[in-house]
C-alpha cells in the first residue's frame, strides 16, 4: 500500500508540475516578444562622390523593404582594398567590383564563395542574365559573382570643334580617326598642346589595350590559352597606330598635356571643358556630363575600327561592375538576399542605370520602361548588344596579364622599346609563365 501511495503521489506531484509549466508556457507566449535588431550587413563598392548617392538611395530602397536588415554602405574600395581585407580575414558582408577581369583570381582562389546553389535555390535561371556577363562572373564553371549593370566603351565626340574644323560626321576607321585629330587639334605658340583632337596615350583615362583590342580584332590568346600577342596581327597594327599618332604629338607634348588634364571624374575633365574634341570613354560619362557641363554639344558613336575589319564596327569592349559574398565574411543568407536585389531587381537596375548611365545587366531591365531615353546613351546600349563585342579573359591571375602588357605599353609610347615584335615575343612567355603558375591557362 505503501509503494501505491508513493507512487500515485509521485504522478499528483508530476500531474501538478506539468500543469504549473503548462501555465507558465500558456504565460510566456502571452508575453510580448522583444524585438529583435536588425542583422547589420557592410557592403563595399567603387563608387563616390554623387554615384555613390545614387547607389546608396536604391540601397535604401531594399533596407525599407526589409527592417530585419540595416545595410551600411562604403564607397571608394579599389580591388587592393578587397583583396587586403580577405586576407587578413576582416572581409565585408558583400563586396563589390569594377575590374571584372579579376573574377578569376576570386574564384579560383575560393575568396569568393560559388553562388551557384543559391541561384539553383532560388529558381533564378543563368538565361536572366546576357552571354556577357554570364562569361565574366564565373570561372571553370564557379560562378562566384554575379553582374551590377555593365559597361562598353564608346566615342565621344564636341559637336561644335566638328563644325568649326568642317565635319559632319564621326570617324568609323582608325585611319579617319588620325585624319581628325590632326584638323582638330589646336596648339600653342610654343607647339605645346592647346586643344587635343584626340589623346592616344596608353594609360590616359581609358585608354587601355582591353578597350583596343577589339576594336583591331587583336586575340589575347589561342585556342589552347596560350598567349598571342606576338602572333595576333591585330596588336602590332594597333601599336604602330597609336606610336605614329603619339609621335606626331609629340611624346612630351603629350605627357604636359596629361598633367595639366585634371582628374578624370572631376567637372574640369577636358572633354567636359572643350579641351578635348574626341576621347574614348565609357557610357557613365553621359551621366557626368549631364550633371556637370550639361550645356556641352557633343554627341556618341561607336569607336572606329581596322579599316581592314568593317565588320567590326559597332561593336567594342565590354565588362562591368561584378558583386559576390566574401568566404570569410559573415551574415550569408541576408547577404544574397542583398545580392539577389542589387543584381536581378528589374526596378533596382533600372534606377541605377538612370542615375549612373551604366549599361542594365539583365535581359528584363534591358527593356525596362523605366529607363530614361538618351540617344547619347543609346550607343553603349547597340555596342553592348554587338554580336561582335567581347571583353578579356578569364583567368585564374585575374588582371595581372593585362598589368604586364601595360608596363611594356607605357615603355614602347615614350620609345624605350628596341623592337616591338621582340618586345611582344618576351611578353608572351611571361604570361604564359605567369598562368603556368597559377595553374589554370584560360578555360
Known sequence: MKRVATAALLVAALTLAAGLIGSARSSASAAPRAKQAPVKLTLWVGWSARELNVFKKVVAEFDKARPNIDVKVVGGINDEKIIAAMRGGNAPDVVSSFTSSNVGNFCASGAWIDLGPYLQRAKIALSTFTPATLYYTQYKGNRCALPVLADTFGLYYN??????????????????????????TKKNANGTIKVAGYNPVFGFYQNSAANYGPLWGAKWTNPKGASTLATSPGWSKLL???KSLVDWYGY????????????????????????????????????FIEAEHPELDYATAP???????????GAGYVNGTIIGIPKNGKNREQAWQLLRYLTTNTHAL???????RNVPSTRASLKSKELKPDPRFDTFLKVFAHPKS???PITAVGSAYQDLFTSFLAKYQAGRVGSMQSGLRNLDKQIDKQLKQAGGGVP
Open 159 to 184: 559637336k561644335k570643334l566638328f563644325k568649326d574644323a568642317g565635319l559632319t560626321a564621326p570617324p568609323k576607321t582608325f585611319e579617319q580617326l588620325t585624319e581628325y585629330a590632326k584638323k582638330l
Open 240 to 242: 604602330r597606330w597609336q
Open 252 to 287: 612630351k607634348n603629350l605627357v604636359k598635356y596629361n598633367a595639366g588634364a585634371g582628374d578624370e571624374f572631376a567637372a574640369s575633365h577636358p572633354f567636359e571643358t572643350g579641351k578635348m574634341a574626341m576621347m574614348m570613354d565609357g557610357e557613365w560619362r553621359v551621366a
Open 303 to 313: 569607336m572606329p575600327v581596322d579599316s581592314a575589319h568593317p565588320e567590326l564596327y
Open 350 to 356: 533600372a534606377v541605377l542605370s538612370n542615375g549612373l
Open 390 to 392: 567581347s571583353t578579356t
